[in-house]
């Protein structure tokens, strides 16, 4: 049980001119100081899952990757007050291999910063038996609050990251002992 957690980043926005990559990027380098995480990324531009909700190979391979995931945390804007209709794709796509499993979120937007957005997900990921973790990450205006580096000196931002990242490690390292010794009833 001391393995790393395998932490997969869902990074939410598919759209053209998308700043996820920035942010997702700023996550995965704090993610980089934290050796009790294994990091992967989820980018839902990247995969083809079907809006229809059909089984496909590329269905079963998403599946296969959520299943070997310890934990997880979804990097979304906003969007007219609501969030990503890929991430509510990916999030339909699974069933059983999101439960009994922790998620945080990192939200970024105009003056709320996707907080209207993690709001909603947070009904959506209760329904799917996910433990959403109270800290959250929420940058407003997040155009201005990174460097030409993708870094961020927002102090606030930095710690809700540290604080949401050891929230998420207490309860992916919980939920994995207790996953190993008894199936989640769910």
């Known amino acids: 049980m001391n393995a790393p957690l395998r932490?997969?980043?869902i990074v939410a926005s598919t759209r053209p001119e998308r700043f996820a990559p920035?942010?997702?990027?700023?996550?995965?380098t704090a993610l980089g100081e934290r050796p009790e995480f294994e990091v992967g990324v989820l980018d839902l531009r990247d995969l083809a899952l079907p809006v229809d909700l059909t089984e496909t190979p590329e269905v079963e391979a998403f599946r296969a990757?959520?299943?070997?995931?310890?934990?997880?945390?979804?990097?979304?804007s906003e969007y007219n007050h609501g969030y990503p209709a890929a991430l509510k794709t990916a999030l339909d796509s699974a069933k059983y291999e999101w439960r009994a499993k922790p998620i945080g979120f990192v939200s970024y937007g105009g003056l709320s910063g996707g907080l209207r957005a993690v709001e909603q997900l947070r009904q959506v990921i209760a329904e799917l038996h996910m433990v959403s973790v109270r800290e959250s990450v929420s940058f407003a205006q997040a155009k201005r609050r990174f460097d030409k580096t993708g870094m961020t000196d927002d102090a606030a931002a930095i710690d809700a990251c540290d604080r949401m990242l050891n929230q998420l490690a207490w309860w992916g390292t919980t939920l994995r002992a207790a996953r190993t010794?008894?199936?989640?009833p769910g």
């Open 181 to 184: 010794v008894e199936p989640y």
């Open 65 to 76: 990757r959520l299943a070997g995931a310890d934990a997880f945390v979804a990097v979304t």
């Open 7 to 9: 932490l997969e980043i």
């Open 22 to 28: 920035v942010v997702a990027g700023w996550l995965v």
